[in-house]
């Protein structure tokens, strides 16, 4: 048996330029950090001559055309191992909430399936084959920053060149200050799921007409790594995360509601300095930066919701056990 271990992501700004429609034009970018919430892969032969994959359901398939799940199936064919298979996925966030579950389960599902090969894989070829998958086998309207984050870990600059090729910067932040983002971050849900790949096709469809919203997105990203970078401005970061959320929000394509608006208006009233949706947008999780001291006052303005604490993964994929 092989189990994997591959983070989620928080992105704090360039999310939308990672999008074909844009990169293919000019250099996108993005600023994000893997944190210490994993998806779990454990791979197996399988005695019975059929292929199970146990996720929110259960399918046993006679062979891996059959199954019904998409990544698995195309992941099984990039990486064959033959017919009989036991997959088993265990996330500690659930899909459609802005994390990256998608491609941090593709990530993921890559890894364990060459480790059982013998092979030991770069973050790069795990993140290269993991957008293929997604982007180029099964033609989700989606980005590259999920991949990356996912496979490399750690606080990152990733830039997104027109001829598809990836840079994967990372950032050199003191320790102190990623503790000290580590106690003002505030990860709170929604209690909204949505389907991103509908946001994420009308944002495609629609780049022409916001190129300008999104140079400033990405630029944003450029200048937020700058302040971050070093014994980093923490309430400066924070007030450019607020801009970019400005930014993002007057996109359109369904990213907020009056529902989110409210929640992070009122978050913002008990003392957050920032914030933003994670993800595509239309529900999820919103992330926020205030002061520790403000952190009851905002739970208490916005209704008390579940969270995630927020903790940074400086690892990125790997493989936990081998038996």
């Given at each position: 048996?092989?189990?994997?271990?591959?983070?989620?992501?928080v992105?704090?700004a360039?999310g939308?330029?990672d999008?074909?429609?844009?990169?293919?034009?000019?250099?996108?970018?993005?600023?994000?950090?893997?944190i210490?919430?994993h998806?779990?892969?454990?791979?197996?032969?399988?005695?019975e001559p059929?292929?199970?994959?146990?996720y929110?359901?259960?399918e046993?398939a006679d062979?891996r055309?059959?199954?019904?799940?998409?990544?698995?199936?195309?992941?099984l064919?990039?990486?064959?191992?033959?017919p009989?298979?036991?997959?088993?996925?265990?996330?500690?966030?659930?899909?459609?909430?802005g994390?990256?579950?998608?491609?941090?389960?593709?990530v993921?599902?890559?890894?364990?399936l060459?480790?059982?090969?013998?092979?030991?894989?770069?973050?790069k070829k795990?993140?290269?084959?993991?957008s293929?998958?997604?982007?180029?086998?099964?033609?989700?309207?989606?980005g590259?920053?999920?991949?990356?984050?996912?496979?490399?870990?750690g606080?990152?600059y990733?830039?997104f060149?027109?001829?598809d090729?990836v840079?994967?910067?990372?950032?050199p932040?003191?320790?102190e200050?990623l503790?000290e983002?580590?106690?003002?971050?505030?990860?709170?849900?929604?209690?909204?799921?949505?389907?991103?790949?509908?946001?994420?096709?009308?944002?495609?469809?629609?780049?022409?007409?916001?190129?300008r919203?999104l140079?400033?997105?990405r630029?944003?990203?450029?200048?937020?790594?700058g302040?971050?970078s070093?014994?980093?401005n923490l309430?400066?970061?924070?007030?450019?995360?607020?801009?970019?959320?400005?930014?993002?929000?007057?996109?359109?394509?369904?990213?907020?509601d009056?529902?989110?608006?409210?929640?992070?208006?009122?978050?913002?009233k008990?003392?957050?300095?920032?914030?933003k949706?994670?993800?595509?947008?239309?529900?999820?999780?919103?992330f926020?930066?205030?002061?520790?001291?403000?952190?009851?006052a905002?739970?208490?303005?916005?209704?008390?919701?579940?969270?995630?604490?927020?903790?940074?993964?400086r690892?990125?994929?790997?493989?936990?056990?081998?038996?």
């Open positions: 048996m092989i189990i994997s271990q591959t983070p989620y992501r992105s704090f360039g939308g330029t999008l074909p429609a844009f990169y293919r034009q000019e250099a996108g970018a993005v600023l994000s950090v893997a210490t919430k998806m779990y892969v454990a791979l197996s032969k399988r005695f059929s292929v199970r994959v146990a929110s359901k259960t046993i062979n055309d059959e199954v019904q799940h998409t990544i698995v199936k195309a992941a064919k990039m990486v064959d191992l033959g009989h298979m036991e997959i088993v996925t265990i996330g500690d966030v659930p899909a459609g909430t994390m990256g579950s998608s491609s941090t389960l593709t993921g599902l890559l890894n364990a060459y480790a059982m090969k013998g092979h030991v894989t770069s973050p795990l993140a290269e084959e993991a293929r998958i997604e982007i180029d086998i099964l033609g989700s309207p989606i590259k920053q999920d991949q990356y984050a996912a496979a490399f870990g606080l990152n990733i830039r060149n027109s001829d090729s840079d994967v910067q990372p950032v932040t003191a320790a200050t503790k983002l580590e106690k003002r971050a505030l990860i709170l849900y929604t209690e909204k799921k949505r389907d991103a790949n509908d946001i994420l096709k009308k944002q495609s469809e629609g780049t022409g007409e916001k190129m919203l140079r400033e997105m630029d944003l990203a450029s200048e937020m790594r302040v971050i070093g014994r980093g309430d400066e970061f924070s007030r450019l995360l607020h801009v970019g959320w400005e930014l993002k929000r007057s996109m359109g394509f369904g990213i907020s009056p529902v989110i608006d409210e929640m992070y208006d009122a978050a913002r008990a003392g957050a300095q920032g914030g949706l994670l993800g595509a947008g239309g529900g999820g999780f919103v926020l930066l205030a002061p520790p001291e403000k952190h009851d905002i739970r208490t303005a916005v209704g008390q919701p579940r969270e995630l604490k927020f903790e940074v993964d690892l990125g994929s790997r493989i936990i056990f081998i038996s």
